[in-house]
């Protein structure tokens, strides 16, 4: 039993003599409440896009991937991430089942005690695989997914957190600046994204209007972007660890950050069907905020006008690499995250300054650019380049393996995909009515040449939806019979 007690001012003092803020204490608490909400968000943002045969699962989805990364995070992710004796790579099994974590000063700072720390990271390390699994959105079985979300968990994510916030990683040792999660989170997600794209193959009707579908429920849409929004500011602003000045200017970034990037993306989105697209603004404010989030502690106000500006336009032009290089990325995770992360890695290493840094009264970093500390771009663009290599093989080869295991083939049989997932594996669905008539037209009838659905249309003069409304007048706003299938 742990023996505590408090100073005349009210800071708790730990058995080992430490005192802890408790207001630095009730911040990280909250900030991990904050995070916590934004898992079911991406699970409501993802099943926003889609048809609404598979409205359900992804949101099912999101609660399992917390279910499946709170244990394994228990039973030794927490080690393999943050064990102070680790290696530059990994950690070891010195905490394996949360032994001995509780009252002494965490890895992250010595601020908050290892216990709130821990529970603090299992958020990002739950929400991480969740927006990776997305790729799988209309053509895989569940069940599988859960091994998959522990193999990830394990091989992925904990190695690149490991050496991104370690303090015994190389890339905190070499100087690596990344505040809450460009590399370990976004980078690691979008390109696990892309290995699942590209091992799972093309959904059916790929390429034909079969896919030309609108977002079935755009309020899915902007819920989930509402809860990924609020969620945010713990993200970042709970990356402190402290309740202080560089807290709060996390918090300001990265709602300014967010702002500009949806507008950005909204604005390049019209100008090609002259319409407000409220899916374009929400996919630019999220832009914006992964693209913050390795900067936020680092960069200034005005500089997170610059990271929302590009994340909103190179994210946004990024959807199109799906239509080049022919794989089927439902959601553009991979645009969205993986280059969303690397714009922000880069644009960090160009604008960080250490008088923001400083702003805790404790962290000393040389900066970047603007305060003449040129190598720290190299360093930032080998941590990106890393962690896209590293999360890309892996995760390719976790698939693999389980591709050859009986029962672990992520990949669904034709009948699956025309029912729709939720029907399929589930037995449950989102709505009372999912009609899947259009499904099973002959293939002859599809319009070759079409482009997939997602949250962003193949940039062209004449859009998906316009092509599609020429061709039936039925197929308008809210009466798209694909988006009931």
């Not at 991979?334 to 714009?343: N, T």
């Not at 009515?433 to 037209?441: A, K």
Request: proline fraction near 3%; charge should be negative; include cysteine.
């Amino acid at each position: 039993m742990v023996n505590v007690t408090y100073d005349s001012s009210g800071d708790l003092i730990s058995s080992t003599g430490t005192v802890f803020n408790e207001g630095d204490i009730a911040w990280t608490l909250a900030s991990t409440a904050l995070v916590w909400i934004m898992i079911p968000g991406v699970g409501f943002f993802y099943s926003g896009l889609l048809r609404r045969k598979n409205a359900l699962n992804m949101i099912y989805l999101s609660m399992m991937t917390v279910a499946m990364v709170s244990f394994q995070w228990f039973f030794w992710g927490y080690s393999l991430a943050f064990s102070d004796t680790a290696s530059p790579y990994i950690g070891n099994l010195k905490y394996f089942a949360l032994r001995n974590v509780l009252d002494q000063p965490s890895i992250g700072s010595a601020r908050v005690p290892a216990i709130v720390f821990c529970v603090f990271q299992l958020m990002f390390a739950a929400i991480t695989p969740m927006i990776a699994i997305g790729a799988v959105a209309e053509r895989s079985r569940l069940g599988p997914l859960l091994a998959f979300v522990f193999a990830w968990s394990t091989l992925v994510y904990d190695p690149i957190a490991c050496w991104t916030w370690n303090a015994t990683g190389w890339s905190f040792v070499l100087g690596g600046l990344d505040f809450a999660g460009g590399t370990p989170v976004h980078i690691s997600s979008g390109t696990a994204a892309l290995a699942i794209s590209l091992y799972l193959g093309k959904r059916r009707g790929y390429g034909t209007e079969r896919l030309a579908y609108k977002p079935h429920n755009t309020t899915y849409v902007i819920l989930g972007t509402v809860f990924l929004w609020f969620g945010w500011f713990g993200f970042n602003g709970g990356s402190a660890l402290s309740a202080n000045l560089r807290a709060t200017q996390a918090c300001i970034v990265t709602n300014l950050a967010a702002s500009v990037g949806g507008l950005t993306w909204m604005l390049w989105d019209y100008r090609l069907e002259r319409k407000w697209s409220v899916v374009g603004f929400c996919s630019g404010a999220i832009a914006g905020l992964v693209a913050i989030t390795p900067g936020s502690g680092f960069v200034g106000s005005p500089a997170a006008v610059l990271f929302g500006f590009m994340a909103g336009t190179v994210c946004n032009f990024a959807t199109q690499l799906k239509f080049i290089f022919k794989y089927d990325d439902t959601l553009d995770i991979f645009a969205s995250h993986a280059i969303g992360g690397i714009v922000g890695n880069v644009l960090t290493g160009l604008f960080a300054q250490a008088s923001v840094a400083g702003a805790d009264g404790i962290t000393t970093i040389p900066g970047g650019w603007l305060d003449q500390n040129y190598r720290q771009l190299g360093i930032q663009l080998a941590d990106s380049v890393s962690g896209l290599s590293y999360s890309f093989v892996m995760t390719t080869i976790i698939l693999w393996i389980m591709h050859f295991i009986p029962g672990l083939r992520l990949r669904c049989d034709e009948e699956t995909e025309i029912l729709g997932v939720d029907d399929a594996e589930m037995g449950e669905f989102a709505y009372d009515y999912v009609g899947i008539e259009t499904e099973l037209m002959p293939r002859s009838e599809y319009n070759i040449g079409a482009a997939s659905g997602s949250r962003e249309p193949q940039h062209t003069t004449g859009t998906t939806s316009q092509i599609s409304e020429e061709k039936d007048p039925k197929l308008v706003a809210g009466e798209d019979t694909s988006s009931r299938g």
